[in-house]
């Protein structure tokens, strides 16, 4: 199928405003401009479709304008935190006295989002609930009051299409607005934030990597976990394993090592296997894991706007600072000739190196850039190997430093 209601395609970059009143979204199903590399953020579903080519994050990568943009300036490529984490004033642990029940980890994005409707600094929040008939499908909605908020909780591990709704708040005229997204959809929400009319934009960003199509899903569950179809939650943990939670409370651990790499080497999605956005970069508050102890919320404030939004919950959770420990440098190096040849250990073995690695492995900040770098070379490297004409442009400067410390195959 091909795209249709394209304005002027071939024309500039620039937006251009009131444009995209006369463009329409793109017909469901329909190619995306970014072709396979689309992750399906929702933008070119509604007639923000206008702004596409300056938009997408992977057909414009901008993040040093973006973040000036959002931030006031770009990150310090020479300080290490900031060349891993992006921009930000403060950064900690954290977890709520009293857990969400059925919250992904221990509801604080829930919280907030519920907390600002009701004291009105926002009237609507951007937003994802699950399909009646499948609790991994995604359904994004503006929601308006703290129920519906409270029934997007949990993670629907899919790309999912949240800016779809941007076009309901434009006609409900909403003025202030609260979004919860991962870093592709925020890239492009930021590109059109100017667009929409609104008087306040709030950012709460997740850390996201790895995601998946609704297909590429089922088959990581299948091909993963003992019980697939009673899955509720999983997570890719900080202790390097696979907490499964299944329909009748129980859990189910499953070490990184022993996953089938060979079989799940095609199920992420090619705009996951190219994204250098790991951390959320351009939003104002960040609220992730992979930088916090185990079983605790990882938080980056970036900006005056994620302070406000910090305080909303102050009261609610309990802090801690981060730490860091371990080395992490010689286990990625060794990661990416094993991931390239799919070599999978069995699971007595996989098992062993867990136990070993979580009591000597990296921990804290050093277990989040052990994860980044591991993704940030796999990406480089599938970029270059399938964009080649791209990799120059499209990976951000940061990108290229943390890359730049390891040895990577010719081809
Ligand atoms: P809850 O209160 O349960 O709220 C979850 C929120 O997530 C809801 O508001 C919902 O709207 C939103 N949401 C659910 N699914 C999606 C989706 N597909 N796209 C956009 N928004 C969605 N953190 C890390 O530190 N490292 C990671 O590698 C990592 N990967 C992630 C991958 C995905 C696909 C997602 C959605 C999140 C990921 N996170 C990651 C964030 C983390 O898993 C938690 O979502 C976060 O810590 C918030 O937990 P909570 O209990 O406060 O959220
Ligand atoms: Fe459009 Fe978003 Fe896909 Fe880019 S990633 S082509 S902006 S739907």
């Known amino acids: 199928m091909t795209a249709v209601n394209l304005p002027d395609p071939t024309s500039t970059d620039k937006?251009?405003?009131?444009?995209?009143?006369?463009?329409?979204?793109?017909?469901?199903?329909?190619?995306?401009?970014?072709?396979?590399?689309?992750?399906?953020?929702?933008?070119?579903?509604?007639?923000?479709?206008?702004?596409?080519?300056?938009?997408?994050?992977?057909?414009?990568?901008?993040?040093?304008?973006?973040?000036t943009a959002s931030h006031g300036r770009q990150r310090d490529l020479g300080d290490e935190r900031e060349l891993y984490f992006g921009v930000h004033r403060e950064m900690f642990a954290a977890r709520k006295t009293e857990?969400?029940?059925?919250?992904?980890?221990?509801?604080?994005?829930?919280?907030?989002?519920?907390?600002?409707?009701?004291?009105?600094?926002?009237?609507?929040?951007v937003c994802v609930q699950n399909s009646k008939t499948d609790r991994f499908g995604p359904v994004p909605i503006v929601a308006r009051t703290p129920e519906?908020?409270?029934?997007?909780?949990?993670?629907?591990?899919?790309?999912?299409?949240?800016?779809?709704?941007?076009?309901?708040?434009?006609?409900?005229?909403m003025k202030r607005v609260l979004a919860i997204g991962v870093g592709c959809q925020i890239q492009a929400l930021r590109a059109v934030q100017h667009e929409i009319g609104l008087e306040k934009l709030y950012v709460l960003g997740l850390p996201c990597v790895d995601n998946v199509n609704r297909a590429g899903l089922?088959?990581?569950?299948?091909?993963?976990?003992?019980?697939?179809?009673?899955?509720?939650?999983?997570?890719?943990?900080?202790?390097?394993?696979?907490?499964?939670?299944?329909?009748?409370?129980?859990?189910e651990l499953v070490p990184f090592f022993g996953l089938n790499t060979k079989e799940l080497k095609d199920v992420f999605a090619p705009s996951c296997m190219s994204c250098f956005d790991y951390t959320n970069g351009l939003a104002d508050l960040v609220?992730?894991?992979?930088?916090?102890?185990f079983q605790w919320q990882w938080i980056v404030v970036r900006n005056e706007t994620g302070a406000e939004m910090l305080e909303v919950i102050r009261d609610c959770i309990e802090t801690q600072p981060v730490s860091?420990?371990?080395?992490?440098?010689?286990?990625?190096?060794?990661?990416i000739p094993a991931y390239d040849m799919g070599v999978t250990l069995p699971m007595w073995a996989a098992r062993l190196m867990g136990v070993f690695i979580e009591r000597f492995g990296p921990k804290g900040l050093e277990y989040a850039r052990f994860s980044i770098d591991s993704h940030f070379t796999r990406n480089y490297l599938y970029t270059k190997r399938n964009y080649p004409e791209k990799l120059e442009a499209h990976v951000p400067e940061f990108a290229k430093k943390i890359v730049s410390q390891y040895e990577l195959p010719e081809k």
Not at 18 to 42: F, N, T, V, W, Y
Not at 324 to 335: H, L, M, T, W, Y
């Open 287 to 293: 609220v992730g894991y992979m930088g916090a102890p």
């Open 15 to 67: 937006p251009r405003t009131l444009a995209h009143r006369r463009a329409k979204g793109l017909r469901p199903g329909s190619l995306k401009p970014a072709k396979e590399l689309c992750s399906e953020c929702g933008l070119c579903d509604t007639h923000y479709v206008a702004y596409v080519r300056n938009a997408c994050a992977f057909l414009n990568q901008q993040f040093e304008t973006l973040e």
């Open 218 to 251: 089922q088959k990581f569950l299948e091909t993963t976990s003992r019980s697939p179809e009673t899955v509720v939650h999983y997570e890719f943990m900080q202790d390097f394993r696979v907490h499964f939670k299944h329909e009748d409370g129980s859990e």
């Open 148 to 173: 519906e908020v409270l029934a997007a909780k949990v993670n629907k591990p899919t790309l999912s299409p949240n800016l779809s709704v941007l076009e309901q708040i434009e006609q409900a005229g």
């Open 99 to 125: 857990p969400i029940e059925g919250a992904q980890w221990t509801g604080i994005v829930s919280t907030l989002a519920c907390e600002m409707l009701g004291r009105g600094l926002v009237e609507g929040v």
């Open 324 to 335: 860091s420990s371990g080395d992490r440098k010689q286990a990625v190096q060794q990661s």
